[in-house]
C-alpha cells in the first residue's frame, strides 16, 4: 500500500456564495500525495494490488503525451516496485515533455503508437498482440477506468460527507464519476462536468453502472456546457478564470478538467441553480502537473508554475 496523507474538506469563503446562500466546499485529492495526485491515487491503488498479488511484474498502460493517467502510473508503480510501459499516442517529440520526462525517470519505458493502432486500445486481438509482445504485464486501460478502478474511486466519499446535498466532479472515462455514484446517499446528487464535446458520456456512465452492477442510491445528472469547445481547448475566460480562482482560495486548477469543472459551478451558483442551503462538495481530482505541458505547449502560464 502506498501512504496517502489525510483528505481534507476545504470551506470557500467568498460574497457570491453568502449572497445565494450556498456552502461550497473542494474536497482536496490534489493533496492526497506527492507524485499520485487526486483521482488516480483511487483508480490504481486496487489495480497495483492485483498486479502484486498475481504475480506480476509490470504494468501497461496508454494515454496522450500529457496525460496525468501516465505521469501517476508511472510514479505509482515505482512505488509498488513493478515495472511499466506506457503506449503513448502520436509521434515521438524530442526532448519529452515534462509529463513524459517525469514518467521515464520514474523508470517508465515509453513507447509511441500511431493514432490508427491506439483507437484499437480496447480490441481483444489488439490486447492479445500485446500480450504476446510483452508477456507478464498487467493491462491497466487509458485513464485507468475499469472495475478495479470503480473500487477504489467508490472511498472517495467519506462518512463525513453524508450531509453534503450536491457532490460535483469533472468527468473524463468516467471511472470516477462511476465510483461517486456506487457511494452516493439518497439524499444527494451527483452532477458531473464533462471535459468532452458531446453527450455520449451519459451512455457511458449507463453502461459503466451497468457492467459494474451498481445501483446508484442518489440522483445523477452530466453538464455538457462547460467543456470550453471540447477536451483540451480552452480559451482567455478560463485563463483568467483559473487565475482568479487561485488569488482568491490559494487552490491550483488545471485547464483540461478542474478549470472548467470551477468554472461551472461557479457560473451555476451564480445563476441560481442551486437552492439556498445547499451544501455543495467539489471534488478536486489532482492533475496540476499538466499545467507544466499546458506552458509548454501554449506559452501561457498558470498557478504552480509561478509558486
Given at each position: 500500500?502506498?501512504?496517502?496523507?489525510?483528505?481534507?474538506?476545504?470551506?470557500?469563503?467568498h460574497?457570491?456564495?453568502?449572497?445565494?446562500?450556498v456552502?461550497?466546499?473542494?474536497?482536496?485529492?490534489?493533496?492526497?500525495?506527492?507524485?499520485i495526485?487526486?483521482?488516480?491515487?483511487?483508480?490504481?491503488?486496487?489495480?497495483?494490488?492485483?498486479?502484486?498479488?498475481?504475480?506480476?511484474?509490470?504494468?501497461?498502460?496508454?494515454?496522450?503525451?500529457?496525460?496525468?493517467?501516465?505521469?501517476?502510473?508511472?510514479?505509482a508503480?515505482?512505488?509498488?516496485?513493478?515495472n511499466s510501459?506506457?503506449?503513448?499516442?502520436?509521434?515521438?517529440?524530442?526532448?519529452?515533455n515534462?509529463?513524459?520526462?517525469?514518467?521515464?525517470?520514474?523508470?517508465?519505458?515509453?513507447?509511441?503508437?500511431?493514432?490508427?493502432?491506439?483507437?484499437?486500445?480496447?480490441?481483444?486481438?489488439?490486447?492479445?498482440?500485446?500480450?504476446?509482445k510483452?508477456?507478464?504485464?498487467?493491462?491497466?486501460?487509458?485513464?485507468?477506468?475499469?472495475?478495479?478502478?470503480?473500487?477504489?474511486?467508490?472511498?472517495?466519499?467519506?462518512?463525513?460527507?453524508?450531509?453534503?446535498?450536491?457532490?460535483?466532479?469533472?468527468?473524463g472515462?468516467?471511472?470516477?464519476?462511476?465510483?461517486?455514484?456506487?457511494?452516493?446517499?439518497p439524499?444527494?446528487?451527483?452532477?458531473?462536468?464533462?471535459?468532452l464535446?458531446?453527450?455520449?458520456?451519459?451512455?457511458?456512465?449507463?453502461?459503466?453502472?451497468?457492467?459494474?452492477?451498481i445501483?446508484?442510491?442518489?440522483?445523477?445528472e452530466?453538464?455538457?456546457?462547460?467543456?470550453?469547445?471540447?477536451?483540451?481547448?480552452?480559451?482567455?475566460?478560463?485563463i483568467?478564470?483559473?487565475?482568479?480562482?487561485?488569488?482568491?482560495?490559494?487552490?491550483?486548477?488545471d485547464?483540461?478538467?478542474?478549470?472548467?469543472?470551477?468554472?461551472?459551478?461557479?457560473?451555476?451558483?451564480k445563476?441560481?441553480q442551486?437552492?439556498?442551503?445547499?451544501?455543495?462538495?467539489?471534488?478536486h481530482?489532482?492533475?496540476?502537473?499538466?499545467?507544466?505541458?499546458?506552458?509548454?505547449?501554449t506559452?501561457?502560464?498558470?498557478?504552480?508554475?509561478?509558486?
Amino acid at each position: 500500500m502506498i501512504q496517502a496523507n489525510p483528505i481534507v474538506n476545504q470551506t470557500l469563503d467568498h460574497p457570491i456564495l453568502e449572497e445565494k446562500g450556498v456552502e461550497l466546499a473542494i474536497k482536496r485529492l490534489d493533496l492526497i500525495h506527492p507524485l499520485i495526485s487526486g483521482n488516480k491515487f483511487f483508480k490504481l491503488k486496487y489495480n497495483l494490488e492485483e498486479a502484486v498479488n498475481k504475480g506480476y511484474k509490470s504494468i501497461l498502460t496508454f494515454g496522450g503525451a500529457y496525460s496525468n493517467h501516465i505521469q501517476a502510473s508511472a510514479a505509482a508503480t515505482k512505488l509498488f516496485g513493478l515495472n511499466s510501459i506506457g503506449l503513448i499516442r502520436g509521434e515521438e517529440t524530442l526532448p519529452l515533455n515534462p509529463t513524459l520526462d517525469f514518467a521515464q525517470s520514474q523508470g517508465m519505458k515509453i513507447e509511441y503508437v500511431n493514432r490508427a493502432d491506439y483507437r484499437r486500445k480496447n480490441e481483444t486481438e489488439f490486447l492479445d498482440e500485446l500480450k504476446k509482445k510483452y508477456p507478464n504485464c498487467f493491462i491497466i486501460p487509458e485513464g485507468g477506468t475499469n472495475s478495479l478502478a470503480i473500487q477504489g474511486t467508490a472511498e472517495i466519499l467519506e462518512d463525513g460527507d453524508k450531509d453534503y446535498s450536491d457532490i460535483i466532479l469533472s468527468i473524463g472515462t468516467g471511472g470516477t464519476f462511476t465510483g461517486i455514484l456506487k457511494s452516493l446517499q439518497p439524499n444527494q446528487k451527483a452532477l458531473g462536468i464533462s471535459s468532452l464535446k458531446g453527450s455520449f458520456i451519459n451512455k457511458e456512465i449507463s453502461e459503466l453502472l451497468e457492467k459494474n452492477q451498481i445501483l446508484t442510491n442518489g440522483e445523477w445528472e452530466i453538464n455538457t456546457a462547460y467543456h470550453f469547445g471540447g477536451y483540451a481547448k480552452y480559451n482567455q475566460v478560463l485563463i483568467d478564470f483559473i487565475w482568479e480562482f487561485y488569488e482568491s482560495f490559494g487552490i491550483v486548477l488545471d485547464p483540461i478538467y478542474t478549470g472548467k469543472m470551477m468554472f461551472g459551478i461557479w457560473d451555476l451558483i451564480k445563476k441560481d441553480q442551486f437552492l439556498k442551503g445547499s451544501k455543495v462538495l467539489a471534488i478536486h481530482t489532482g492533475g496540476p502537473q499538466g499545467n507544466f505541458g499546458f506552458y509548454e505547449r501554449t506559452n501561457i502560464k498558470l498557478p504552480l508554475l509561478s509558486e
